[in-house]
């Protein structure tokens, strides 16, 4: 789970409906961008609209905290995509499809609060814009094969949240730690898209550290604190536990419900796939995502997974517009893979606190060698 702003359950729903037509480069600006610079007060976006389709934004930030950027739906809510984790001194592609309409861009230094917003227009796509039926064909293909695959993961998420549930509510601390991480691989491979629903997200997969004064403590996390409990703390009773396993069902139920109706776009598909290695550099790897459980293996394995399917699903696009490009994501996959490969124990992973700094170090620097070359997913798969 990531602090981010709210977003409504029908954010894909509304990019469900920036159709796959216009995408050829309307950028603005002589480098075929839109550039952003953040800083610490400002959010200076280089022109204030541009013309329907593919739509790419060069963000800087000029600040000297981690920043994001956004653009925002009409209602200030709906994220239509994002970028995240851009450091200081740093450069981050953000590359979408968005109609005729109006918007909001937004600029998150510190990556809180609402953002320093603006808004934003996107006229008309020219004339003549259409892509191939041969393209459209492949992104159809791409969008439906991720589609099934986002229905399939929440069906098991649903199965398994009910085992885990049942077992954590009767008392089954053995069989609950068990399946605690294996269950949540479901729910972090399509974390995204779980993300996505504002409401949900956080009531699901808080950790305590997210809360803000008022909030409950509810989902995966209250769990885990109960069954890895540090010094001092007071367990639930019989009837808290009860209280958090229905709550965790009925919510898994709300998102797989939610699931079954969500259609999908190729820059939407290519961008999850970098957010997913956004949460392995920002939860993952730092290890404070399984602060209790120390399970983040687990995790970093299952958003591995989920860029990978998003990225195999729109390898026949990637392959036809960048070879180059291909063959690097396959590399750096594979590398990444091979890494995490050594800390399998079972069907398992070792714990992350037995991990060595040097060997967390070696995985980031993996998540690194990834990111750079998936950054650039998103623009080759929609040109």
Not at 79 to 97: A, H, K, W
Not at 274 to 283: I, P
Not at 353 to 369: F, G, I, K, P, Y
């Amino acid at each position: 789970m990531k602090k981010h702003l709210s977003l409504a359950p029908a954010a894909l729903l509304a990019v469900t409906a920036m159709t796959l037509s216009g995408c050829t480069d309307n950028s603005a600006g002589t480098s075929g961008a839109i550039s952003v610079t953040s800083t610490a007060d400002a959010c200076t976006v280089s022109t204030e609209s541009t013309p329907g389709g593919t739509i790419r934004f060069d963000v800087t930030n000029d600040g000297s905290e981690v920043t994001e950027f956004y653009l925002l739906a009409e209602d200030g809510l709906r994220i239509v995509g994002e970028v995240e984790n851009i450091g200081p001194g740093l450069t981050r592609d953000l590359v979408l499809v968005a109609p005729e309409g109006n918007y909001y861009t937004a600029c998150k230094p510190g990556m809180v609060g609402d953002g320093i917003r603006s808004e934003f227009t996107v006229t008309a796509a020219p004339a003549g814009q259409e892509v191939s039926a041969d393209r459209a064909a492949l992104q159809d293909t791409a969008v439906n094969l991720y589609a099934a695959y986002v229905k399939d993961q929440a069906a098991q998420l649903v199965e398994g949240t009910g085992e885990f549930a049942a077992a954590f509510a009767a008392g089954d601390e053995d069989t609950a730690r068990t399946l605690y991480p294996q269950v949540r691989m479901h729910w972090e491979r399509i974390e995204p898209v779980a993300e996505s629903f504002g409401d949900l997200d956080p009531i699901l997969d808080a950790r305590e550290a997210d809360l803000e004064e008022g909030d409950e403590f509810t989902g995966w996390h209250r769990a885990e604190k109960d069954l890895w409990a540090p010094v001092d703390y007071k367990k639930m009773t019989a009837e808290e536990r009860t209280y958090i396993a229905d709550k965790m069902v009925a919510d898994t139920n709300e998102l797989y419900s939610r699931t079954q109706e969500l259609t999908y776009t190729a820059d939407k598909l290519a961008n999850g796939a970098k957010e997913l290695l956004d949460e392995v550099a920002t939860g993952k790897v730092t290890g404070e995502e399984e602060f209790f459980s120390h399970t983040d293996l687990w995790d970093f394995q299952a958003n591995v997974d989920g860029a990978r399917i998003a990225y195999e699903d729109l390898k026949p696009l990637l392959a036809e517009n960048d070879s180059e490009l291909d063959a690097a994501l396959e590399e750096n996959f594979s590398a990444l893979q091979a890494l995490l490969d050594q800390y399998r124990v079972g069907e398992g992973f070792k714990l992350y606190t037995e991990l060595t700094d040097e060997q967390v170090q070696e995985l980031s620097a993996a998540v690194d060698s990834l990111s750079e070359p998936l950054s650039k997913l998103t623009a080759a798969v929609v040109k």
